[in-house]
């Protein structure tokens, strides 16, 4: 998209450039025009041939049709250049809020990662914690075993020696 946009912006400038050289063209035509009509003026003046004012005036209307045509040209140029430059303006245009949409849905989409790793923190600390917590219960389960086992060995010791003095009684 960008590579047409530079290749419109191109094609612009070297039809911009084009214009320039016409409407230059138009000017040297007109000044052309004004130094022929002096030169005619003149022609009048010095000379009253007919013949001659009648080759004058076929050349000022050539140069008349000229500027017209080139006249008729600039204004197609013109037209043309204004649909380019619609044309980019429109491309310009789209490109934008292309970009604004890209940047919205990147902002969403680093919001939306960033609650995730807010998530995931507060998992992973939770789960720390049930940890500690587990830890802690294996290790009172632990010790509640050892004092079972402590209390069982305890307790077959008296009942072996309560069985001793039976046995003796």
Do not use: P
């Not at 209307?61 to 204004?75: G, I, R």
């Not at 619609?86 to 969403?108: A, F, G, L």
Request: proline letters at 0%.
């Amino acid at each position: 998209m960008e590579a047409d946009i530079s290749e419109m912006r191109n094609e612009l400038q070297s039809r911009d450039s084009l214009w320039r050289r016409i409407q230059l063209e138009c000017q040297q035509l007109h000044t052309e025009l004004l130094k022929m009509k002096e030169y005619k003026d003149m022609q009048e003046i010095q000379i009253k041939h007919q013949s001659s004012c009648v080759q004058l005036t076929e050349q000022l209307e050539d140069k008349n049709t000229e500027l017209l045509l080139f006249a008729e040209s600039q204004e197609h140029q013109e037209e043309e250049l204004n649909k380019i430059r619609n044309h980019v303006y429109r491309e310009e245009q789209s490109h934008c809020s292309e970009q604004e949409r890209m940047k919205t849905e990147i902002s969403d989409l680093t919001e939306e990662l960033h609650q995730k790793e807010i998530t995931i923190a507060t998992i992973v600390e939770k789960a720390s914690l049930l940890e500690r917590q587990l830890k802690m219960e294996l290790e009172t389960k632990h010790k509640l075993l050892t004092k079972q086992q402590l209390l069982e060995f305890r307790y077959q010791v008296i009942k072996s020696e309560n069985t001793h003095l039976k046995e003796m009684v």
